[in-house]
């Protein structure tokens, strides 16, 4: 497996808001390799954001490149991983940003801080799996398990030595820093007996809520207190997630479990009483549970204080309307496709644009006015032929190819509607924004309906994040101030649909002032 530093998950960074963070990275194995800062805003800094072929070109064996941003205006949970092909499998790590020195949390301080990252096996190379999930089609393949830190957890064969242990003491307050890192499914979490407060999400505070189970889709991340019981229980209590599944076919349906253990501080526990503890298990909703996650996503308010105001933009300069959903290419000749039929592949799209990685940097090509050849501007602001999105599907699925990006002139407000399509079956596609955080207005099923829907938006106290799940068969609205110039991916984090085509870029260009240029590149920046 590929890691970094020879840890699995690898290395944490920790910074507090406003610090510059530069990170040496050396590639030291035979694949191309780039890192993603997950959620970082990277003002002005749009070369370390890392997405290989958009912002970089790859680091390739035996090179290096120094990532080198600072934070700006984020305290919060986050996360850095892979972007190159499914490297991100094994190549993740938390980034933990703490509040300005003497600027308290605007909530009770907690006695620990616990990283939890959830992540995705596979026993196989992943390469292996991208390849061909890519060449023919094939459907989300499924891995061998869910991790808790690295770790299986018991509830797998043989795995119950490599189970995360968290040990609290009774009657304190944790701060769990919760982050999915599976590549292609969202996850419930809950610990047996115990009740999770919400106090944050993608590094932006909320307004407090109480909750037994999580949803998190992949690319989320999510501060949550957990409060202890006052007195030692006489017992151990599992912690579990497994998937919440919209699609159809094959899906790994099994639950990754740690385990919440007491140690009591004044009489001595032997390790054979700890063995005989009784084990509380958690319930989980069931794995098509979309009220707990339409209920659960509505309990995110941004926090909305004076300290935190929510900056909601009120007006509009630019609104799209996106769907997003699966299709269908045809099958390449002498190839075998495991699409809907045996003449299609399954692909996913865009405004029915399967985006296509050019074999330069996008960001590069803007910088240096040669787009041509690499890019065009021609993104469709809405798609190209309108259908009911949650009736039958159009007869023709097929997607056209292309490497199109939308142009936002600087400091542009976005409203943007991303839309399921149902195509091929109704699925959650959790959406993930480069270089921004946007505010989530509005979320429902059915149809998005411009002359009605918009009535319906919260303006007042929206939650501000960086990945949002459009839910099957239903739409979200966000809206970003495009202040931030540069070249910025967005895709869905369920990372077999980025690899079929589910992404496109935004041009952000420059603003007038000094300080709203995009600044060259560094030197070190890897060449094609
Ligand atoms: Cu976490 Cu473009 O990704």
Redesign the pocket.
């Known amino acids: 497996m590929v890691t970094v530093n020879g840890q699995f998950p690898g290395p944490r960074v920790t910074a507090r808001e406003g610090d510059r963070v530069v990170v040496n990275v050396t590639n030291y194995v035979s694949n191309n390799i780039t890192i993603?800062w997950?959620g970082i805003r990277q003002l002005q800094s749009g070369w370390a954001d890392g997405?290989a072929y958009v912002t970089q070109c790859p680091i390739q064996t035996g090179q290096s490149y120094v990532y080198n941003f600072t934070i700006v205006g984020q305290r919060g949970t986050l996360w850095w991983?892979a972007?190159a092909s499914w490297l991100r499998s094994t190549v993740y790590g938390p980034i933990i940003i703490l509040p300005k020195r003497n600027v308290p949390y605007p909530f009770i301080k907690p006695y620990k801080e616990v990283p939890i990252i959830f992540g995705e096996w596979f026993n196989a190379d992943t390469e292996a799996i991208v390849t061909q999930s890519l060449q023919t089609g094939g459907g989300p393949n499924v891995s061998e398990a869910y991790t808790i830190n690295g770790l299986p957890g018991p509830l797998y064969n043989c795995s119950t030595k490599d189970t995360f242990r968290l040990k609290v003491k009774p009657g304190k307050t944790y701060l769990l820093r919760l982050i999915n890192a599976a590549l292609n499914d969202e996850l419930f979490f809950s610990i047996a007996n115990h009740t999770f407060t919400v106090v944050d999400a993608d590094a932006v505070y909320v307004k407090p809520f109480n909750t037994k189970t999580i949803l998190i889709t992949p690319?989320q991340t999510s501060n949550v207190l957990l409060k202890t019981k006052l007195h030692y229980p006489r017992a151990k209590f599992l912690m579990s997630a497994r998937p919440y599944v919209t699609g159809s076919g094959t899906f790994d349906n099994s639950t990754t479990a740690g385990i919440l253990e007491y140690e009591s501080s004044s009489t001595v526990v032997s390790t054979t009483s700890v063995k005989n503890l009784k084990l509380y298990k958690p319930v989980l909703p069931v794995l098509n549970d979309t009220s707990f996650a339409t209920n659960f996503a509505k309990k995110f308010r941004s926090l909305a204080s004076a300290q935190f105001p929510a900056n909601v933009p009120l007006t509009v300069d630019k609104r799209f309307f996106f769907t997003v959903g699966l299709g269908t290419n045809p099958c390449p000749k002498n190839q075998i496709c495991q699409g809907p039929s045996n003449t299609t592949k399954f692909t996913a799209s865009i405004n029915n644009v399967s985006f296509v990685l050019p074999s330069t940097a996008l960001l590069q090509a803007h910088f240096s006015g040669k787009s041509k050849g690499v890019y065009s501007t021609n993104f469709p602001k809405s798609p190209l032929i309108p259908f009911n999105y949650t009736g039958t599907p159009p007869n023709n699925t097929n997607v056209s190819n292309g490497t199109q990006l939308v142009v936002l002139p600087f400091n542009t407000t976005v409203e943007l509607v991303l839309q399921d399509t149902s195509i091929l079956g109704a699925e959650s596609h959790p959406l993930?924004l480069?270089g921004y955080n946007f505010f989530v207005l509005g979320r429902d099923f059915g149809n998005y309906d411009p002359n009605k829907d918009p009535a319906k938006f919260n303006l007042v106290d929206p939650v501000e994040r960086n990945t949002i799940g459009v839910p099957a068969g239903g739409w979200v609205a966000i809206r970003f101030l495009a202040d931030n110039p540069g070249v910025w991916?967005m895709?869905c984090?369920l990372e077999v649909h980025t690899t079929w085509g589910l992404k496109m870029a935004w041009v952000v260009s420059d603003g007038k002032l000094p300080n709203q240029k995009l600044p060259p590149p560094p030197s070190d920046l890897p060449k094609c």
């Open positions: 993603h997950h997405p991983h972007h690319g993930h480069h991916f895709h984090h």
